[in-house]
């Protein structure tokens, strides 16, 4: 079974069938002296959504991660602080371990029920990253030609389609992200306005 498949049977297993903007299963685990929680629901059923926190003394960190492919390139995390980093590095600098163990906890791991509304951690995680562009939730589009850079993000983050992200580049606009669940919307509900497919 690999990763996705297991997130889905996962989340399957612990939600009822009426997915609600904030219900999600959640993993747990130390790596060195950090907490790391993995979030996973699929609110949207064109989207799954996986997103990492990090936790060290009193240094927060979250990211969105790809489901389908966990071992995102590291430019592509936003600036980790420094004393979470230095913990979670390999001794070549590197993330493979800290990769392998986001695995290994995904595979082997038994998820507990969760809500984002409720979690403290992921709560105060995303609001310590409330002025970056790198939040868990889709918003809306705005009229802004979305740049390369924020296309590749959000394929290699996000999983979003790179056809879908180019359509929405064509028509000069761009995905804007939130932390707020109340302004959480499916990305077909999104798209729909604009003609834009998802299959």
Known sequence: MDILEKLKSDYDSAI??????SACIKYSFQ???????LYFDMFDKHL????LVMIYLCNYYY?????????????YLEQIPNEILSEILDENKTLTSFFAKINDAILNKQPVRASYSKDLQFKE???CNMNKENLPFLRHLRNTRMQDETLKL?????????????????HNMTLVRTAKLEYRKQLTLILQEYNISVE
């Open 16 to 21: 009822d069938a009426k997915h609600s903007k």
């Open 31 to 37: 790596f060195n002296n950090v907490t790391v929680n």
């Open 48 to 51: 799954t959504s996986l997103n």
């Open 63 to 75: 990211t969105s991660l790809n489901a389908s492919n966990v071992n995102i390139p590291p430019q």
């Open 125 to 127: 995680a995303t609001k």
């Open 154 to 170: 959000l394929h290699a983050t996000m999983d979003i389609p790179y056809k879908v992200l180019k359509a929405i580049q064509k």
